[in-house]
């Protein structure tokens, strides 16, 4: 399948290089969740240029076809458009509840993310997310492989701290703090990418242990702290 690649400003202002076919499959396959599967209604969707030839192509390529002025993706375009949708809706996931980005920024990185993750990559933030089963704007993410190991729901094995039980442990993977300033207080306090925490308190404030030091934090920088679950509640 033949791509092209353009600088454009794609889904609502985000600057990003075009993938020209696997957007046009995410315009056919959210356009069928909402049930507007018109050739006009697709190419409306699509952020790319040169509508009509990017769906020409998928249709030369046996990934897409046309019928009564609707559009349908074939078996082969559905497996593409699955993985591409997957992606981006797991990018969302991270983006937003574990990196607490807004939303402009979420869909900016989002729109990067679908197009760079591998299957290996994108299995593995599944699982580390705990293999959601929608994505913030609560549209259905396709199941993979790696969700059918679970039969029941599962925890993310990375949150922020501030979602974490009182006595649970959790050693701290990203800090993204707001404001720089909050960074150096907290690399001055110990609190650093490594280390690991546990939760004491969390009303009024955040109370935190780290080794034998006892820490308060306000509740804001607690969501600003990333950590992956070590131990249970004790």
């Not at 308190?201 to 702290?225: C, K, N, V, Y």
């Amino acid at each position: 399948m033949n791509e092209r690649h353009a600088h454009r400003h794609g889904r609502e202002g985000c600057p990003l290089e075009v993938h020209s076919p696997e957007e046009m499959l995410e315009a056919i396959w959210t356009a069928k969740e909402e049930g507007k599967i018109s050739v006009e209604e697709v190419l409306k969707r699509a952020q790319v240029e040169d509508r009509e030839s990017v769906l020409e192509d998928l249709i030369r390529d046996n990934m897409a076809r046309t019928d009564g002025g609707n559009v349908f993706l074939t078996e082969k375009g559905e497996l593409a458009a699955r993985k591409v949708i997957r992606q981006h809706r797991l990018a969302e996931v991270l983006l937003s509840q574990v990196m607490n980005l807004d939303d402009e920024r979420v869909e900016d990185a989002a729109c990067r993310f679908e197009h760079i993750l591998n299957p290996e990559v994108t299995d593995s933030i599944c699982t580390l997310l705990g293999h959601p089963s929608v994505c913030p704007h609560g549209k259905p993410i396709p199941r993979a492989r790696c969700c059918e190991k679970f039969r029941t729901d599962v925890q993310p094995l990375v949150q922020r701290l501030s979602d974490l039980a009182v006595g649970q442990a959790g050693r701290i993977t990203v800090i993204a703090p707001r404001y720089h300033s909050r960074l150096e207080r907290l690399s001055s306090l110990g609190i650093l990418p490594g280390v690991e925490v546990r939760l004491r308190q969390r009303f009024p404030s955040f109370i935190i242990d780290i080794g034998e030091t006892t820490l308060a934090i306000d509740s804001d920088i607690a969501a600003e702290i990333l950590v992956r679950l070590t131990g249970a509640i004790r």
